[in-house]
């Protein structure tokens, strides 16, 4: 009977134990498995964060772009990356720019900084330090080959209508390029001039003339400076970043070639007359936007694209321009273009013709 009463404690001893023991067990075996606070274990959640943030990337930088507001790093920070993700800009950034090229055949390029062009803003940037790089931007260009660019293909959006996207890009075409061939700077009073002659000093199909110019300035393809010379204040506009990007010396070039009929791919069969007149005019183009002049040959002119570096809004609009501001430049061509020509022989050679 004593044996069997020891068999019969002992065994309920080991049912009593035996479930802590396991519970201890099972404690000690999740804390030897669990990677410490700043081990690199953490490898497998990683490339799922990284993921998601990727594609959040992906649509800031194309919902920004449908806006036309520049992609900033801080809200890249702010709503991409978030404080853990911080550190990882640069392998964000980078596998977004992967996703975009592959994908939709787009890059994210960086805005050029801000030109310094009133006395106070110079003596403002000497004072401060090197710019951080938290106030770096970029917008969305495309990266098709230049054969995949034509007005057949690179249509303008349709949102809010085809109409009033070729319309708003042919007038900053137009505005950038009289800015650009003037010198990189315009005067309020000359550009209003510039206006009237075709009939947009008040109006424009997009919008009031004043609301056009500072949406344009919003949006950064012109820039308005105010500046006191002698007690009287001179406001100038100059070339934004955007502008500088998206259609900059190239889109002008292209710009002017369309509109004197000197296309590429119009030069077949040129005689030695047609050819001396075509170097003629490559020649005043180029000095008038500081460019070397493009070579011509017998058959065609090297390297004179429509616009050279295309961008998502810009290719095929800037083609499309024509069309919709066509109507409005009627009665008003002949003489507007002998004024021009008196006013404006010294900074635009290209319209003494």
């Given at each position: 009977?004593?044996?069997?009463?020891?068999?019969?404690?002992?065994?309920?001893s080991?049912?009593?134990?035996?479930?802590?023991?396991?519970?201890?067990?099972?404690?000690?075996?999740?804390?030897?498995?669990?990677?410490?606070?700043?081990?690199?274990?953490?490898?497998?959640?990683?490339?799922?964060?990284?993921?998601?943030?990727?594609?959040?990337?992906?649509?800031?930088?194309?919902?920004?772009?449908?806006?036309?507001?520049?992609?900033?790093?801080n809200?890249?920070?702010?709503?991409?990356?978030?404080?853990?993700?911080?550190?990882?800009?640069?392998?964000?950034?980078?596998?977004?720019?992967?996703?975009?090229?592959?994908?939709?055949?787009?890059?994210?390029?960086?805005?050029?900084?801000?030109?310094?062009?009133?006395?106070?803003?110079r003596?403002?940037?000497?004072?401060?330090?090197?710019?951080?790089?938290?106030?770096?931007?970029?917008?969305?260009?495309?990266?098709?080959?230049?054969?995949?660019?034509?007005?057949?293909?690179?249509?303008?959006?349709?949102?809010?209508?085809l109409?009033?996207?070729?319309?708003?890009?042919?007038?900053?075409?137009?505005?950038?390029?009289?800015?650009?061939?003037?010198?990189?700077?315009?005067?309020?009073?000359?550009?209003?001039?510039y206006?009237?002659?075709?009939?947009?000093?008040?109006?424009?199909?997009?919008?009031?003339?004043?609301?056009?110019?500072?949406?344009?300035?919003?949006?950064?393809?012109?820039?308005?400076t105010?500046?006191?010379?002698?007690?009287?204040?001179?406001?100038?506009?100059?070339?934004?970043?955007?502008g500088?990007?998206?259609?900059g010396?190239?889109?002008?070039?292209?710009?002017?070639?369309?509109?004197?009929?000197?296309?590429?791919?119009?030069?077949?069969?040129l005689?030695?007359?047609q050819?001396?007149?075509?170097?003629?005019?490559?020649?005043?183009?180029?000095?008038?936007?500081?460019?070397?002049?493009?070579?011509?040959?017998?058959?065609?002119?090297?390297?004179?694209s429509?616009?050279?570096?295309?961008?998502?809004?810009?290719?095929?609009?800037?083609?499309?321009?024509?069309?919709?501001?066509?109507?409005?430049?009627?009665?008003?061509r002949a003489?507007?273009?002998?004024?021009?020509?008196?006013?404006?022989?010294?900074?635009?050679?290209?319209?003494?013709?």
């Amino acid at each position: 009977m004593s044996s069997n009463r020891k068999r019969r404690a002992n065994a309920a001893s080991e049912t009593e134990t035996t479930p802590s023991a396991r519970r201890r067990r099972r404690q000690s075996e999740e804390t030897d498995s669990s990677p410490a606070p700043d081990s690199d274990d953490d490898g497998s959640s990683a490339p799922t964060n990284t993921d998601a943030m990727v594609k959040k990337m992906v649509r800031l930088a194309i919902a920004s772009e449908y806006s036309r507001l520049p992609i900033r790093r801080n809200d890249i920070s702010a709503k991409v990356l978030g404080e853990q993700g911080s550190r990882q800009f640069k392998l964000v950034f980078d596998q977004a720019q992967r996703e975009m090229r592959q994908r939709f055949g787009m890059e994210m390029t960086e805005l050029p900084a801000r030109e310094k062009v009133t006395i106070a803003q110079r003596r403002a940037a000497q004072k401060t330090e090197k710019p951080s790089s938290a106030n770096k931007s970029w917008i969305v260009t495309s990266t098709l080959p230049l054969p995949y660019r034509s007005p057949d293909i690179l249509i303008p959006t349709k949102a809010p209508s085809l109409y009033t996207e070729s319309t708003y890009t042919g007038l900053y075409s137009f505005i950038i390029a009289v800015i650009v061939l003037n010198g990189g700077s315009l005067a309020e009073q000359k550009l209003d001039r510039y206006l009237s002659r075709t009939n947009a000093e008040i109006a424009t199909p997009v919008d009031r003339t004043d609301k056009l110019l500072q949406r344009l300035s919003k949006e950064g393809y012109i820039i308005k400076t105010r500046e006191m010379d002698g007690g009287e204040e001179v406001i100038e506009y100059v070339l934004g970043p955007r502008g500088k990007i998206e259609v900059g010396t190239s889109g002008v070039a292209g710009l002017v070639r369309t509109v004197y009929g000197k296309e590429q791919g119009d030069h077949a069969g040129l005689t030695q007359f047609q050819r001396e007149e075509l170097e003629d005019f490559e020649g005043k183009l180029g000095r008038s936007l500081g460019i070397e002049p493009a070579p011509v040959r017998a058959n065609e002119v090297d390297g004179a694209s429509d616009v050279g570096d295309a961008r998502v809004n810009g290719s095929a609009e800037d083609r499309e321009a024509p069309q919709s501001s066509g109507p409005r430049r009627s009665s008003r061509r002949a003489p507007t273009q002998e004024e021009e020509e008196e006013e404006d022989s010294d900074s635009e050679e290209y319209e003494e013709e």
